[in-house]
């Protein structure tokens, strides 16, 4: 059986990265960070998935 992914909010990516939510934001639009996923269509709610994140940081610190 297949493990779900673990999920972060807003407030933990922005504690591993170190980036304020403007640059966070600017960053996704752009397509430079991975996007943040709704939990439900109509609410406001939002997660990332942590190895997205995680492969982003380690792609960052290779270059």
Known sequence: MNSLPELLTRKEVLNLVGFSR???FEMEKAGNFPKARKLHP???SVRYV???VQQWISNISVQ
């Open 50 to 52: 942590a190895s997205e």
């Open 42 to 44: 109509n609410g406001r």
């Open 22 to 24: 403007t640059t966070l």
